[in-house]
């Protein structure tokens, strides 16, 4: 015959609401459970790598971006600077335009002055702002009336418009004074364009 | 549901039996292996702590007890707390309990089941009030072993433990167990093509136990509690009777709660002639109560 072993017969009072272990499948829910606390945090670790990775790329984006900005207000301020040099250059250019050299004038009035007349004292001012006009002061100590005429004409043959000409005469010494316009100087619109 | 159901379901303790559901095995509810088992005998109350990993720890042996509340009150609650997981315990009880052969008891399915909730059909006329049983049938004649204990006497220790802090998961009897499992080593062939004999006798803590088995049948049984203490004489005195009734060739197998040094030469000079095996490991009821 066979006997097999049992659990052991108990005998203390048993309590009436002792309930039966639930079944062995339903341990998936604790393990699921776990198993979910474990992915959350391996996913929030991972995010909060991420987090800090993505941190760090907008501090250096952020300051790439200041870099970049710092270097447009740097080229800026060069354009700025440029510019200000370009019409520096250009104001120089049209000064120079405008003007035209008074050796020529000059050489012309002191060969205007013929024997027996004498240049006491030239002296051409250009205009401040006008370089196409200058001031002509000038005495001219002659006996000759027509030595001023003469003077005059070579002026004007160099190109020069006269403009409230005055003359005066005092001991023999004609004194004459003149704005002078170079009747060749380019308009200064044209210049710009 | 309450946070401790949830609780319990995330620390998978709702999958296991609770600790004093009857129809679950020991270790099945405390799969942690710590737990305290006691041995409760007329006079004295031994202590066997279980340890993690099915070892045991050292017993203690309390005698002389004359008052087992007051006993348990000095020594109870240290006892739960160091040994325990939330001061479940196991009795086995050694004192007070009848073991007897009957015949003819009721065979109808799940009846050593339906013996200790309504005890009265499987007994019949051999049911007492205010008792418990266990039964156990011999699956070739109509003989059963039947345990009989007193319901009051459970209830008076179930309320000097309680009272001491310590929770009682389960009460056994010890000889019984022995008895069960000598007779369950023995009888392993299916059918009655192979019969097994044997004179069993069972030493559980000065409870005593003799079965004789000739061919499958259960011819007598003799019980006796608090018979010895530390000499075993009294015990093989009880016994040896059986010497001159039994076959000249029917073995003998002597199982204790425990190896005891000598036990199997002493059991041979009084049955001489007769193959004694001893079916005593170290702590063997302690063991088969844990994994049972």
């Keep these: 015959m066979q006997i097999q072993r049992r659990i052991i017969d108990d005998f203390k009072t048993d309590r009436k609401d002792i309930l039966p272990p639930l079944p062995t499948v339903l341990r998936l829910i604790p393990v699921l459970f776990y198993c979910s606390i474990v992915l959350v945090a391996v996913l929030a670790s991972l995010f909060w790598l991420q987090l800090q990775v993505a941190r760090e790329r907008l501090v250096q984006h952020e300051r790439a971006v200041a870099d970049a900005d710092a270097q447009l207000q740097r080229i800026k301020d060069e354009k700025g600077r440029l510019e200000g040099l370009i019409l520096r250059a250009n104001n120089v250019e049209k000064w120079i335009a405008g003007s035209q050299p008074i050796q020529p004038l000059a050489v012309a009035i002191a060969r205007s002055i013929q024997k027996g007349s004498t240049l006491v004292e030239l002296k051409i001012t250009r205009k401040d702002g006008s370089a196409g006009q200058l001031q002509l002061d000038m005495r001219l100590a002659t006996s000759d009336q027509r030595q001023l005429d003469r003077t005059i004409n070579a002026i004007a043959a160099e190109g020069y418009r006269f403009i409230s000409p005055q003359q005066s005469v005092s001991n023999g010494v004609i004194e004459y004074k003149s704005t002078l316009i170079w009747q060749n100087a380019r308009p200064e619109t044209n210049e710009e364009t | ?292």
């Design chain 2, 1 to 292: 549901m309450t946070g401790k159901d949830i609780a319990q379901v995330l620390n998978f303790a709702s999958f296991r039996p609770e600790p004093d559901d009857p129809t679950a095995a020991w270790k099945r509810r405390f799969p942690g292996g710590k737990s305290l088992f006691f041995g409760l005998g007329k006079q004295s109350l031994s202590v066997h702590p279980s340890l993690k990993g099915g070892k045991f720890g050292k017993p203690e042996l309390i005698r002389e007890i004359k008052d087992l509340k007051e006993t348990l009150g000095g020594v109870g609650h240290q006892m739960a707390k160091d040994f325990t997981e939330a001061g479940w315990c196991a009795i086995c009880l050694n004192t007070r309990y009848i073991i007897s052969l009957e015949s003819n008891l009721s065979r109808r399915p799940g009846s050593e089941e339906i013996v200790k909730t309504n005890p009265r059909t499987v007994l019949g006329g051999r049911y007492e009030k205010g008792k418990k049983y266990a039964v156990t049938h011999n699956p070739e004649t109509n003989s059963s072993i039947l345990l009989t204990i007193d319901e009051e006497q459970l209830k008076k220790i179930e309320v000097a433990f309680k009272d001491s802090g310590l929770q009682i998961a389960r009460i056994f009897c010890g000889s019984y167990v022995l008895l069960m499992h000598a007779l369950s080593t023995i009888n392993t062939t299916k059918g009655n093509e192979k019969p097994a004999s044997g004179f069993v006798i069972t030493l559980c803590e000065g409870a005593v136990c003799a079965l004789v088995q000739d061919n499958d049948k259960w011819l007598e049984l003799r019980s006796r509690t608090d018979v010895y203490e530390d000499d075993l004489a009294p015990a093989l005195e009880l016994v040896s009777p059986f010497q001159a009734r039994i076959s000249a060739d029917m073995p003998v197998y002597v199982v204790a709660d425990t190896q005891i040094p000598g036990l199997a030469e002493s059991v041979e000079q009084i049955f001489r002639g007769h193959k004694v095996t001893d079916l005593s490991q170290p702590n063997l009821l302690w063991t088969l109560a844990t994994e049972n």
